[in-house]
Nanobody
């Protein structure tokens, strides 16, 4: 059974930090790219960051560059999103998702974790 389980969300003051985790199981972790998405109330889902476990490449949406860092622990089949200098506009439900290699469609999704930044 494939599982992606997010954790680490919570309530934090602006300027604070959180580290999200995406623990995965049930698929060949090394062959997949893992992305973090977020969705705020009334807004469309937005891609935040991605890491390719095969190549090690990372990418970020402009609004989080310099503040968020994505990393992967292949031994634990877990991807992390370190979020520093959080802003009120980072408030959203954060989801991790997995896609195989260079495919465009995300095959597996987690249930999400709430991040709330108070200003």
């Amino acid at each position: 059974e494939v599982q992606l389980v997010e954790s680490g969300g919570g309530l934090v003051q602006a300027g604070g930090s959180l580290r999200l985790s995406c623990a995965t199981s049930g698929f060949t972790f090394h062959d997949y790219a893992i992305s973090w998405f977020r969705q705020a109330p009334g807004k469309e889902r937005e891609g935040v960051s991605c890491i390719s476990n095969r190549e090690g490449d990372t990418s970020y949406v402009d609004s989080v560059k310099g503040r968020f860092t994505i990393s992967s622990d292949n031994a634990k089949n877990t991807v992390y999103l370190q979020m520093n200098n959080l802003k009120a506009e980072d408030t959203a439900v954060y989801y991790c998702a997995a896609r195989l290699g260079q495919e465009s469609d995300y095959k597996y999704w987690g249930q999400g974790t709430q991040v709330t930044v108070s200003s």
